[in-house]
Each structure stands twice: as C-alpha cells, then as structure tokens.
C-alpha cells in the first residue's frame, strides 16, 4: 500500500526558511523510475508545480521558485526534504507530496500540509 | 515555460448530462498531458493520462483525447460526485505546469 504524508511547520513568519518532509512508504526512491514531486495550493487557488527528485537523485525545480527552493532525499529514512527559503505571505498554501513512477504522472498524493507564513 | 489554458472557468450542468473540458497549451504536447479531479478538502486524483489512458479504477465515462495543443477531457453522463474541479497538467517540458482548472458545478 502506497502512502505519502507532508510533515513541517504550519505557520512561519516572512523571511524564514520552510521545510516540509515528505514521508512515504510502499515504494523505493531507490527503485529506477520513482521520483516524488511537490505541488502547492493558495487557499481557493490552482494547483502549482513545485519541484521533483528522482531515483537518481535527478532534481527539476519551477522556474519561477527555483532559487528559493532546494529538493533532497533521504533513502534510507524513505522521506523527501522541501526547503523554500525567504518565505512571504504569498506562499500561504496547501503543499502536497506525491509518487511518479516510470509511467511519469502523480499517481499517489499525500493529504497536504497547511502552511501560514503571518508575523 | 508551458501555458495551460482551461476552458470553461465553470461548467454548470446537472447530473446525467455529458460534460466537455477543454484544455489549450501555448506549445505542443505529443500526448503528454494529464487530468486531475480535485474535490473540496482533498488531494487531487489522477483520472487521465498521456492524454486518454485512464488511470487505475476511473470509471469508463470518464474519457481523454486530443493531441499536440488541444486536448478535451469528456464525462459521458455526470454523476454526483463528478462535480468536483478538474486541471490539466503537461510533462512534456520542465517544469511540469497545470492549467487553472475548471469548476463543474451542479446546475
């Protein structure tokens, strides 16, 4: 049974740094093929790619987000590290976690994880 | 960058009826488009991929097609809980982008 789950804060202030821990179990990120990504939502807003790792510890960021977000793995712990930097009030959202397999579509999704950025 | 845009914005209709989506991309595609529905409080779920496989337990009234820039997501006769938001994403080019949905609402 594949299962994600987004762990971090639920409220930082602007200007600090965020990271958010993907959890999953029933797949290797070891196992050629398997990458997770990270995808956020404003509150009533559309979903928005964040960044993926894959297998070979291949990484691919948004261009808008990509020098404030770094994307890392931990295989033996089975999690993903998210860490956005110099966060801002526009970065309130919903962040989600999910599985890509060889056939390179989110196929498991987390619950997501709230997160505030309010001084 | 890879712009994905979804049309209608919101499509009221009642159950039983076909609904049609429709998603435009500034570049084309092949086939390596997906959609996702998303309901209220949850995470969204794969139904389509590359562009008219569906994904594992969608139900069959649930269909995908197109190519290249056009691409229509089809639900033969609406259920109840098909009403639901749905987007759009594209692989083709990194980063990996999704449309800005389209709300279907019941009439």
């Known amino acids: 049974q594949v299962t994600l789950r987004e762990s971090g804060p639920a409220l930082v202030k602007p200007t600090q740094t965020l990271t958010l821990t993907c959890t999953f179990s029933?797949?290797?990120?070891?196992?050629?093929?398997?990458?997770v990504t990270w995808i956020r939502q404003p509150p009533g807003k559309a979903l928005e790619w964040l960044a993926l790792i894959a297998w070979d510890d291949g990484k691919y960021y948004s261009t808008s987000l990509k020098t404030r977000l770094t994307i890392s793995k931990d295989t033996s712990k089975d999690q993903v590290l998210l860490t956005m930097t110099n966060m801002d009030p526009v970065d309130t959202a919903t962040y989600y976690c999910?599985?890509?397999?060889?056939?390179?579509?989110?196929?498991?999704w987390g619950q997501g994880t709230l997160v505030t950025v309010s001084s | 960058e890879i712009v994905l845009t979804q049309s209608p914005a919101t499509l009221s209709l009642s159950p039983g009826e076909r609904a049609t989506l429709s998603c435009r991309t500034s570049q084309s595609l092949g086939s390596y488009l997906a959609w996702y529905q998303q309901k209220p409080g949850q995470a969204p779920r794969l139904l389509i991929y590359d562009a008219s496989n569906r994904a594992t337990g969608i139900p069959a009234r649930f269909s995908g097609s197109g190519s290249g820039t056009d691409f229509t997501l089809t639900i033969s006769s609406l259920e109840p809980e098909d009403f639901a938001v749905y987007y759009c994403?594209?692989?083709?080019?990194?980063?990996?982008?999704f449309g800005q949905g389209t709300r279907l609402e019941i009439k």
């Open positions: 029933g797949f290797s990120l070891s196992t050629s093929g398997m990458c």
């Open positions: 999910a599985r890509i397999t060889s056939g390179w579509w989110e196929d498991y």
């Open positions: 994403q594209q692989r083709s080019t990194w980063p990996r982008t």
